[in-house]
């Protein structure tokens, strides 16, 4: 069915979007989330759709096309998936409550016909003739607010991301622990505040080179009053001996629980696993992709060689091919336990959440 076309202001909205996520002006997980989110209402809102099939195209639309203009960011693909899902919630909702409604005015008497197992069921699945039942339209007046409601959800739900993460803190962390991370997380960082306030312990952050956040993340923690040591990259295998504990942000969670982690992370998720110490990850159900990492190194990106090898030294750069990746890829079988928004899961638990949020039939945005 094609895609009606939208006003005029909200195409020059979604162009600017996608030009700032090209300039990289937009960056993070959690801003491009919100941004996300709050386009979409705007799609859902103001462009011209009268069932179902027609939003569901024009939504489908506009993420690919948000995609398409910074692959490596995820989380634009994922909150594309859920307001999918949100929308055919809502319209099987109002279907069946439209239906329900015409069949008690039109039987007020009589026998009611046998129930009929839902097409959502796994053993209807395996053991059902396959044919989808037909799609039921909701009425569009009374869907359109529903929508746009739940969509705010969403919102909303983002905003309370982190309160909801360092909320699990002391169940976690306990005093006198020594914990090891790298970078410079926001989810980590609130998470390992939230637990100094009422407990002890000493944070080991590696500094990860070449770009130094994790300076950036022990100024921060110590300013809080958390004992917190810098070491450098080199020295994590040597000193995770000591550690308790592992705790990581990451950029994705993707299908299968493995990482895509600021670089440094799979150095420290590896001498983990050596030394049987715990590999604890914070992150937000929105950064929870149904992408499996078939190959890795297209979700990574490569940033600048400068800091690594500056232009000064002209000799040596003739010479060499340098490559500066952003990310690091961590199998699943390096993390211990996911701590999100809704609780702590191990990795052996993600296809639920993923069943819970995202729709088999938006897996491929471009179907």
């Given at each position: 069915m094609a895609t009606q076309i939208a006003p005029k202001d909200l195409n020059a909205q979604i162009d600017h979007f996608i030009a700032r996520l090209k300039r990289r002006q937009v960056v993070g997980s959690w801003q491009v989330s919100v941004e996300t989110a709050i386009l979409l209402r705007q799609v859902v809102?103001?462009?011209?759709?009268?069932?179902?099939?027609?939003?569901?195209?024009t939504v489908k639309s506009v993420g690919k096309r948000l995609v398409a203009a910074?692959?490596?960011?995820?989380?634009?693909?994922?909150?594309?998936?859920?307001?999918?899902?949100?929308i055919r919630e809502e319209n099987s909702t109002f279907a069946e409550e439209d239906e329900n409604s015409n069949f008690e005015t039109n039987h007020t008497s009589?026998?009611?016909?046998?129930?009929?197992?839902?097409?959502?069921?796994?053993?209807?699945?395996?053991?059902?003739?396959?044919?989808?039942?037909?799609?039921?339209?909701?009425?569009?007046?009374?869907?359109?607010p529903e929508i746009i409601q739940g969509i705010q959800e969403i919102v909303e739900e983002l905003e309370n991301i982190y309160v909801n993460i360092s909320a699990q803190a002391l169940e976690h962390i306990h005093?006198?622990?020594?914990?090891?991370?790298?970078?410079?997380?926001?989810?980590?960082?609130?998470?390992?505040?939230?637990?100094?306030?009422?407990?002890?312990?000493?944070?080991?952050?590696?500094?990860?080179?070449?770009?130094?956040?994790?300076?950036?993340?022990?100024?921060?923690?110590?300013l809080a009053g958390i004992e917190t040591t810098v070491i450098p990259d080199s020295a994590i295998f040597a000193v995770l001996s000591r550690v308790n504990k592992v705790i990581l942000g990451t950029h994705a969670v993707l299908a299968n629980g493995s990482l895509i982690a600021v670089a440094g992370s799979q150095t420290i998720a590896t001498a983990a696993k050596h030394h049987s110490t715990p590999?604890?990850?914070?992150?937000?159900l929105y950064k929870l992709s149904p992408q499996f990492p078939y190959d890795p190194d297209t979700l990574n990106m490569c940033v600048s060689p400068n800091p690594v090898l500056q232009y000064e030294e002209g000799d040596l750069i003739d010479k060499i091919d340098l490559v500066n990746p952003y990310f690091d890829y961590?199998?699943?079988?390096?993390?211990?336990?996911?701590?999100?928004?809704?609780?702590?899961?191990?990795p052996s638990y993600l296809y639920r959440l993923l069943n819970e949020n995202y729709d088999p039939e938006d897996a491929l945005l471009e179907a």
């Amino acid at each position: 069915m094609a895609t009606q076309i939208a006003p005029k202001d909200l195409n020059a909205q979604i162009d600017h979007f996608i030009a700032r996520l090209k300039r990289r002006q937009v960056v993070g997980s959690w801003q491009v989330s919100v941004e996300t989110a709050i386009l979409l209402r705007q799609v859902v809102s103001i462009s011209r759709w009268n069932n179902v099939d027609v939003l569901i195209a024009t939504v489908k639309s506009v993420g690919k096309r948000l995609v398409a203009a910074q692959p490596q960011e995820l989380a634009i693909g994922n909150i594309v998936r859920r307001v999918l899902r949100l929308i055919r919630e809502e319209n099987s909702t109002f279907a069946e409550e439209d239906e329900n409604s015409n069949f008690e005015t039109n039987h007020t008497s009589g026998p009611r016909p046998a129930p009929q197992f839902a097409s959502s069921s796994s053993m209807y699945n395996l053991l059902g003739d396959f044919q989808k039942e037909p799609v039921r339209f909701a009425n569009h007046s009374t869907l359109k607010p529903e929508i746009i409601q739940g969509i705010q959800e969403i919102v909303e739900e983002l905003e309370n991301i982190y309160v909801n993460i360092s909320a699990q803190a002391l169940e976690h962390i306990h005093s006198n622990e020594i914990i090891m991370t790298c970078g410079k997380s926001k989810t980590v960082e609130l998470f390992l505040k939230a637990a100094a306030k009422k407990r002890k312990f000493q944070v080991i952050v590696a500094e990860t080179a070449p770009l130094y956040h994790g300076q950036e993340m022990a100024r921060s923690l110590a300013l809080a009053g958390i004992e917190t040591t810098v070491i450098p990259d080199s020295a994590i295998f040597a000193v995770l001996s000591r550690v308790n504990k592992v705790i990581l942000g990451t950029h994705a969670v993707l299908a299968n629980g493995s990482l895509i982690a600021v670089a440094g992370s799979q150095t420290i998720a590896t001498a983990a696993k050596h030394h049987s110490t715990p590999v604890v990850v914070c992150t937000g159900l929105y950064k929870l992709s149904p992408q499996f990492p078939y190959d890795p190194d297209t979700l990574n990106m490569c940033v600048s060689p400068n800091p690594v090898l500056q232009y000064e030294e002209g000799d040596l750069i003739d010479k060499i091919d340098l490559v500066n990746p952003y990310f690091d890829y961590i199998p699943p079988e390096l993390v211990s336990l996911f701590i999100t928004n809704v609780g702590g899961h191990p990795p052996s638990y993600l296809y639920r959440l993923l069943n819970e949020n995202y729709d088999p039939e938006d897996a491929l945005l471009e179907a």
